[in-house]
């Protein structure tokens, strides 16, 4: 499923994870799929031997994955429409390509994401209010990039592309054996930003995977009206291999991260990932997808659900247990718990906190726009203070 020369007479026996990242390059738009949407496990020796370790064990764990990060979207969209979060990008229907992906990264490796990945920010560790207060309003910023190796949230579309790319050059060049790895939707693959980041990465060979979650829509624009050609042929033409995976097939989004991560750190340059899924929500809280979008469409997409693929196939396997079942839900119903608790109980921030974390060091620049402000504010005979956030 790699748009690569390599491997068009592929052998028929299950490869090792090392000569699997060189030689299983397939070429053709095929879907890579591991699980149908059925639940059947299909078998794919090129790329099983890179899921061989996810036992029953990992199987039930990405299932709690899943819901936990829907049950997460589900009270964030509650917050907004009760007027506690002021917008919320919700990730419906993507669980499968932000689980499968964040969970083959290592601690070391760097993301950047665009607005909608909070899935992915969960798996990294980033705290609930971390997510929330962005969505509140109550900070410019959302987590410590240094302290879980992801980027704050983008909203420029498709501008994460370059600073994932820069990165990754400055990696490359300190030697580093880490990779970093770029999110973005389909409709950001016609920025120039994706553009140029393609085009560096090429050119110097950069260990960074562009992760393409190809949920259909573009706001209100079907991919179909921007790409007359699969989103995966696209960087072919700048010399970069590409896959195009199930994206509702976490097994198989896994796999396909896993080889592009592997050939980033062994210094194969970059690869580019599209993960087919589907945006079964709005774009934003503040969209109304009912106006442009085909409900038969939702209802066949609906058929092809991350979750409910992953549950089938667990029962398949005798897995889903009771047990297993309330342990799920008793997770979900604490984090979204926690996830309102947090937010509602958030403080406001102080006026004069506009100016933290503007630059990393004392500027002399910005503390006299802080003293000036602070006097303005002051005129009024209402003292304001710092706050800690």
């Known amino acids: ?17 090392e000569l699997s990242a060189q030689n299983s390059l397939r070429t053709g738009g095929d879907l890579l799929q591991l699980v149908s949407p059925d639940g059947e496990r299909i078998s794919h020796p090129e790329f099983d031997v890179w899921v061989k370790d996810v036992g029953d064990e990992q199987l039930c764990a990405l299932y709690e994955d899943m819901t936990v990060i829907r ?42 994401p665009s607005y ?7 798996i990294r560790g980033a705290h609930l209010s971390e997510i929330a207060r962005v969505w509140r309003g109550n900070a410019s910023y959302g987590w410590d990039p240094l302290r879980i190796n992801l980027a704050t949230p983008q909203i420029i579309i498709g501008s994460q592309s370059l600073h994932a790319t820069g990165y990754a050059m400055g990696v490359q060049l300190d030697g580093a054996n880490t990779a970093v790895l770029a999110y973005f939707g389909d409709g950001a693959t016609s920025e120039g930003d994706v553009n140029e980041a393609m085009v560096f990465a090429a050119s110097y060979q950069a260990p960074v995977v562009f992760f393409c979650q190809n949920n ?9 009206i921007q790409s007359h050609v699969q989103l995966a042929d696209r960087p072919t033409g700048f010399g970069i291999p590409s896959m195009r995976v199930d994206g509702n097939d976490v097994l198989a989004v896994m796999a396909a991260t896993r080889v592009a991560l592997d050939r980033a750190r062994k210094g194969g340059g970059p690869t ?25 469409e939702l209802e066949d ?11 089938k196939l667990l029962e398949a396997k005798g897995l889903l247990t009771d047990d ?16 309102r608790s947090s937010c509602i109980g958030m403080a406001d921030p102080q006026p004069l906190d506009v100016f933290n974390h503007v630059y990393s060091t004392p500027n002399s620049w910005i503390e006299r726009q802080k003293d000036h402000y602070s006097r303005y504010l ?12």
């Open 301 to 311: 997409w609906a058929a092809k659900d991350p979750i409910l693929r992953l549950r």
């Open 272 to 296: 580019f990932i599209e993960a087919v899924t589907y945006r079964m929500g709005p774009h934003t809280t503040a969209d109304d997808p009912t106006r442009y979008r085909d409900p038969i």
């Open 71 to 112: 049950r997460i979207d589900a009270e964030a969209t509650a917050l907004q429409r009760q007027g506690e979060l002021a917008l919320w990008p919700p990730l419906l229907g993507q669980e499968a390509a932000q689980i499968g992906s964040s969970r083959s990264l290592r601690d070391d490796d760097f993301v950047f």
């Open 378 to 389: 002051n005129s009024f005979n209402q003292p304001v203070e710092e706050g800690a956030l």
């Open 116 to 122: 909608r990945e909070s899935g992915v920010a969960y």
């Open 1 to 17: 499923m790699l748009t690569d020369q390599a491997g068009k007479g592929a052998r028929n026996d299950a490869p090792s994870r």
């Open 324 to 339: 297993v079942e309330a342990q799920v839900k008793a997770k979900a119903d604490a984090v979204a718990a926690e996830l």
């Open 216 to 224: 259909h829509w573009a706001i209100s624009e079907p991919v179909r």
